[in-house]
Nanobody
Framework: QVQLVESGGGLVQAGGSLRLSCAASGRAFSGYTMGWFRQAPGKEREFVAALRLSSGITYYADSVKGRFAISRDNAKNTVYLQMNSLKPENTAVYYC??????????????????WGQGTQVTVSS
């Protein structure tokens, strides 16, 4: 139906940058709410950023404001997460998520119907 594939993770030093990609297929992408979440070992899945595709409005967790940016490339059906000034505590598996309709609870994992498999981000100190 809808498949999401994350890429772009890897190992980076503290203070460095990575750009994650989420490529969508199987259904028209426009109009969806897209989200990025992360999960570190022993922790619950945590909201990072969201994008309402129809309007371009973005939302961020307080912990990443000013450092991370969510964006889209409609021609490629791809959503990105640019991560700057990375910190060791940002180490986690990062997941792309999508929901066909807007949800005011976009920061909750259960608001999303579709998920990718995740991509590992490791920030060394």
């Amino acid at each position: 139906q809808v498949q999401l594939v994350e890429s772009g993770g890897g190992l980076v030093q503290a203070g460095g940058s990575l750009r994650l990609s989420c490529a969508a297929s199987g259904r028209a992408f426009s109009g969806y709410t897209m989200g990025w979440f992360r999960q570190a070992p022993g922790k619950e899945r945590e909201f990072v950023a969201a994008l309402r595709l129809s309007s371009g409005i973005t939302y961020y967790a307080d912990s990443v404001k000013g450092r991370f940016a969510i964006s889209r490339d409609n021609a490629k059906n791809t959503v990105y997460l640019q991560m700057n000034s990375l910190k060791p505590e940002n180490t986690a598996v990062y997941y792309c998520a999508a929901n066909p309709v807007w949800r005011s609870d976009y920061a909750k994992y259960y608001a999303y119907a579709y998920w990718g498999q995740g991509t590992q981000v490791t920030v060394s100190s």
